[in-house]
């Protein structure tokens, strides 16, 4: 009997030991699953939508689009209910301290986009269309003041067979001198002036378009000292021919390279109608970066030089020096083109010179003729620069490049026999 009543004393005790076991461990569980508990973050598109709806512009998350349980992103573990709420930021010691937390990021740290709605405001990580799209053409639209016209052209060379391809597309925003314009051009291989290439007349347009190609057959040793001239006429009634402007392209390596067709538009320039001076001319453009400290120079081209042919085959290069307190500084050669009185360069060339140094600065270039025997003979010379050297438009362009910084001053001069041998 007394054993019967120790069991019986037993299992109800054992009973109610399991019960609050078992209690304890459902408190337990459900603390633990409030811990876990998935947070909808502020960026999904049902908050989207309740932004869109709220027509704040300026703050386009609205503060209590943030629960109580968070985990912030950068912490690793699970913040205790305690101490939810704050955001940590990690320090240099390896520790982390908490931040205060906005719950509304500035507006201007979200994407725009142009229809400005906020529920795509609160959508971060979409893909910018605005940022894809090719930069615009403007070669059709953008003509600056005083333009005389723009051509397209392109320019291929077959290296096997030594011919250059070039291809007459079009030409636009033509000057013409009469109401109506009947546009041809002329292409020459310089410096052969004798002979040219035609096109077709194109009637009444100021924007010809003429899709037509011409061969040239020029040797490659040769082919890069040559250069290509479109000089563009307006045919009148009496079919007399009037020049609207001409373009230069000489032909570089960088250009020929790869044997690939190439599209190039150029614009329109005058034909200078002043007589060459004694000993030639010189083109070239002057500009001054006052932020990089850099002088530029961009040697063009030379005309009516007086060569001396009786030298055997000549070249002729110009020589560009920096001088201070007549002093040589620095000195750059352009490459050199055979046998032309008229020879284009189209070449750029670059000195570092602080704007302190400008007031007794000089540039001097100089026109060298070489010939058989490693020997040369200067053709003339142009200085440019202060008050302290110079005088007339070489003083005038040098002013007129410091009164325009950054950008390109472009003038002739007449060259000057030098007194050096």
């Known amino acids: 009997m007394a054993e019967q009543l120790a069991l019986v004393i037993g299992g109800t005790i054992g009973g109610l030991l399991l019960l609050l076991l078992i209690g304890a461990s459902c408190c337990l569980w459900r603390r633990f699953c409030a811990t876990l508990t998935y947070e909808e973050l502020p960026g999904t598109p049902a908050m989207a939508t309740a932004a869109a709806s709220s027509g704040q512009r300026d703050r386009p998350c609205q503060p209590h689009a943030r629960t109580q349980l968070s985990r912030p992103p950068a912490v690793p573990f699970v913040v205790p209910p305690t101490?939810?709420?704050?955001?940590?930021?990690?320090?240099?010691?390896?520790?982390?301290?908490?931040?205060?937390?906005?719950?509304?990021?500035?507006?201007?740290?979200?994407?725009?986009?142009?229809?400005?709605?906020?529920?795509?405001?609160?959508?971060?990580?979409?893909?910018?269309?605005?940022?894809?799209?090719?930069?615009?053409?403007?070669?059709?639209?953008?003509?600056?003041?005083?333009?005389?016209?723009?051509?397209?052209?392109?320019?291929?060379?077959?290296?096997e067979a030594e011919r250059l391809?070039?291809?007459?597309?079009?030409?636009?925003?033509?000057?013409?001198?009469?109401?109506?314009?009947?546009?041809?051009?002329?292409?020459?291989?310089?410096?052969?002036?004798?002979?040219?290439?035609?096109?077709?007349?194109?009637?009444?347009?100021?924007?010809?378009?003429?899709?037509?190609?011409?061969?040239?057959?020029?040797?490659?040793?040769?082919?890069?000292?040559?250069?290509?001239?479109?000089?563009?006429?307006?045919?009148?009634?009496?079919?007399?021919?009037?020049?609207?402007?001409?373009?230069?392209?000489?032909?570089?390596?960088?250009?020929?390279?790869?044997?690939?067709?190439?599209?190039?538009?150029?614009?329109?320039?005058?034909?200078?109608?002043?007589?060459?001076?004694?000993?030639?001319?010189?083109?070239f453009c002057l500009s001054y970066n006052d932020y990089l400290s850099r002088l530029t120079v961009v040697v063009l081209r030379a005309r009516g030089l007086r060569l001396q042919e009786d030298r055997g085959i000549v070249s002729v290069f110009v020589k560009v020096s920096l001088m201070n307190h007549n002093k040589f500084v620095?000195?750059?050669?352009?490459?050199?083109?055979?046998?032309?009185?008229?020879?284009?360069?189209?070449?750029?060339f670059s000195?570092?010179?602080?704007?302190?140094?400008?007031?007794?600065?000089?540039?001097?270039?100089?026109?060298?003729?070489?010939?058989?025997?490693?020997?040369?003979q200067q053709l003339g010379r142009v200085v440019v620069g202060p008050y302290m050297y110079t005088r007339g438009r070489e003083l005038e362009h040098w002013d007129e490049m410091l009164s325009?910084?950054?950008?390109?001053?472009?003038r002739w001069h007449a060259l000057c026999r030098t007194t050096e041998p």
């Open 83 to 159: 101490l939810q709420g704050r955001d940590w930021v990690p320090l240099h010691s390896g520790e982390w301290a908490d931040a205060p937390w906005d719950p509304c990021p500035a507006s201007e740290l979200l994407p725009h986009t142009p229809s400005g709605g906020l529920g795509d405001a609160c959508m971060l990580g979409a893909i910018n269309p605005e940022l894809y799209k090719f930069p615009e053409d403007k070669s059709e639209t953008d003509f600056p003041d005083g333009c005389l016209g723009r051509l397209w052209f392109s320019v291929e060379y077959e290296q």
């Open 165 to 283: 391809l070039v291809g007459l597309i079009k030409a636009q925003h033509l000057q013409a001198p009469s109401e109506t314009c009947s546009p041809l051009v002329k292409l020459y291989l310089l410096p052969d002036e004798r002979r040219f290439l035609q096109s077709k007349t194109k009637r009444k347009t100021s924007n010809p378009q003429f899709d037509e190609h011409f061969i040239f057959q020029v040797s490659s040793k040769t082919v890069t000292q040559r250069v290509l001239k479109f000089s563009i006429y307006h045919v009148d009634r009496q079919r007399k021919h009037q020049l609207l402007g001409q373009v230069l392209f000489p032909l570089k390596n960088e250009t020929l390279v790869g044997d690939c067709r190439r599209v190039i538009w150029r614009d329109l320039e005058a034909e200078s109608l002043e007589p060459p001076s004694e000993f030639g001319d010189l083109q």
């Open 330 to 348: 620095k000195c750059k050669k352009t490459s050199a083109v055979l046998g032309s009185i008229n020879p284009v360069y189209n070449e750029t």
């Open 351 to 376: 000195f570092k010179a602080d704007a302190t140094e400008l007031d007794t600065a000089s540039l001097s270039l100089t026109v060298v003729q070489n010939m058989e025997g490693d020997k040369s």
């Open 404 to 410: 325009k910084p950054k950008e390109l001053v472009k």
